[in-house]
C-alpha cells in the first residue's frame, strides 16, 4: 500500500467515525417542522367517514378511540384514517371504537 492510499483511508475512516455519532445525534433532535394542519371537515375524506370537530356525544370523542395516536392531554392527533392531518381530540367519526380498558 502506498502512503497516499495510506493516508486516504485513514482519511476516510477517521471521518466515518465522526460522521455516524453525529448523523444519530441530529437524528435524535426534535423536529422543527410545522404541525400537520387538521382535518377539514368539508374534504371529501372526513364527509366518507362523517367526521366532525366536535363531538355532541360525550362518551364518544376521537380522544377516546383505540384509532387515536394523540398524546392524552393534547388538543388534537394523528389518526390512521386521515394521513398527514390530525383530528381534534374532542372529534367523532362513523369509525369511533372505544379504546380498550
Known sequence: ???????????????????VPVSALIG???SHAA??????????AA???????????AEQKCMGCALFQGEADSKGGPC??????HVAAEGWCKAFAPKPS
Open 28 to 30: 435524535s433532535l426534535p
Open 80 to 85: 390512521p384514517l386521515f394521513p398527514g392531518e
Open 35 to 44: 404541525d400537520p394542519a387538521m382535518v377539514d371537515e368539508a374534504s371529501d
Open 1 to 19: 500500500m502506498t502512503d497516499k492510499n495510506r493516508r486516504k483511508f485513514v482519511t476516510v475512516l477517521g471521518a466515518s467515525t465522526v460522521a
Open 47 to 57: 364527509k366518507n367517514w362523517e367526521y366532525v370537530a366536535v363531538s355532541t356525544n
